[in-house]
């Protein structure tokens, strides 16, 4: 079955201690992309990457990092999580075509930082 | 101003009846554009996308493309109480050399009443 998987689908954890969010796709995509939805702010893109080895920011990078060794994973790093980055977190990816880009998404991780 | 824009709602409609959801983009070179579902805590769902200008039915759901007029709607037909959920609105932004730079509308949330 094609799918994004992301794991753990909950977390809670304290101020400081480093976290990471794992997120694989098996369709071979070349994009893929963290998102975080905030009440009310929508879906804003943390980062993307247009395939191995290539990163960039997206709308709200400060306190994440990212890294793409292989094609299907592309984890999402919390070195020094603070309460302000609760929130939920979508992984997604896409093909990468220029227009026809349509994006599928993780099931999402629930993220508390106390 | 906002690159795409949506009204919050809540939008009721009764079972039965025609929703109608609109967004609003500001970028005139943007070439594709998506509607997603997606329910409380659950990951957005992509359920249209669009390219050219007119109409395009799946089902009981139209998408409309207006790109003179920078709006994009969607029409659902006989609506269900399964369909109340959030819906996003999604365009492709081309001042990015990726075709997967895409920003989400903030979502309208329908209801369906019975």
């Known amino acids: 079955e094609a799918q994004v998987t992301q794991n753990p689908r909950y977390l809670i954890t304290v101020t400081g201690k480093k976290l990471t969010v794992t997120c694989s796709q098996n369709m071979n995509h070349e994009y893929m992309s963290w998102y975080r939805q905030d009440p009310g702010l929508g879906l804003r893109q943390i980062y993307y990457s247009m395939n191995v080895e290539v990163t960039d920011k997206g709308d709200v990078p400060e306190g994440y990092k990212v890294s793409r060794k292989e094609k299907r994973n592309f984890p999402l790093i919390l070195e020094s999580p603070s309460p302000n980055q609760t929130s939920l977190y979508f992984c997604a990816s896409s093909l990468g075509d220029r227009v026809y880009n349509e994006q599928f998404f993780g099931p999402g991780t629930r993220l508390t930082v106390l | 101003q906002k690159e795409v824009e949506q009204n919050s709602g809540p939008l009721s409609v009764p079972e039965g009846a025609i929703a109608s959801l609109n967004c609003t983009y500001s970028?005139?070179?943007?070439?594709?554009f998506f509607w997603y579902r997606q329910y409380s805590g659950k990951s957005p769902e992509l359920i249209m996308s669009i390219y050219s200008n007119g109409d395009k039915e799946d089902g009981r759901f139209t998408a409309q493309l207006n790109k003179a007029s920078q709006y994009v709607s969607l029409l659902i037909r006989d609506s269900q109480p399964s369909d109340s959920a959030t819906y996003l609105c999604?365009?492709?932004?081309?001042?990015?050399?990726?075709?997967?730079?895409?920003?989400f509308g903030s979502g309208t949330r329908l209801s369906i009443r019975p």
């Open positions: 970028d005139r070179g943007s070439q594709s």
């Open positions: 999604a365009v492709n932004n081309p001042g990015y050399s990726s075709a997967s730079k895409i920003i």
